[in-house]
């Protein structure tokens, strides 16, 4: 069964800068379409990025367009979001998703993927 982990979360200052990633055990990431959400308290979980397992092609929430990139390396069996010029509203739990086909959803929503991570937590804050 695939089990996802996320890390690199945490406090940053409004402009600062994150990197999550997203690991894997057992289970090779480059088979799997994966995809970050986040969920602010009092809010739904909301997609921000998805990869595709066949050619990386991206889809990005237009909230995050052009400050946060997601990338895989499967080398390390790995997913990643790097997030530049955080803002306030950016502060969530993150998680990472999987589905088991090649290509992300034309929506990608949370019902669209089978595996979870547990979250990792960002803070952004003055």
């Known amino acids: 069964q695939l089990q996802l982990v996320e890390s690199g979360g945490g406090l940053v200052q409004p402009g600062g800068s994150l990197r999550l990633s997203c690991a894997a055990s057992g289970v090779t990431l480059a088979s799997y379409a994966i995809a970050w959400f986040r969920q602010a308290p009092g809010k739904e979980r909301e997609a921000v990025a998805c990869i595709s397992s066949s050619d990386d092609s991206t889809t990005y929430a237009d909230s995050v367009k052009g400050r946060f990139t997601i990338s895989r390396d499967n080398a390390k069996n790995g997913v990643y979001l790097q997030m530049n010029s955080l803002k306030f509203e950016d502060t969530a739990v993150y998680y990472c998703?999987?589905?088991?086909?090649?290509?992300?959803?034309?929506?990608?929503?949370?019902?669209?993927?089978?595996?979870w991570g547990q979250g990792t937590q960002v803070t952004v804050s003055s």
């Open positions: 998703a999987a589905r088991p086909y090649y290509y992300c959803p034309g929506y990608v929503w949370p019902g669209g993927f089978a595996s």
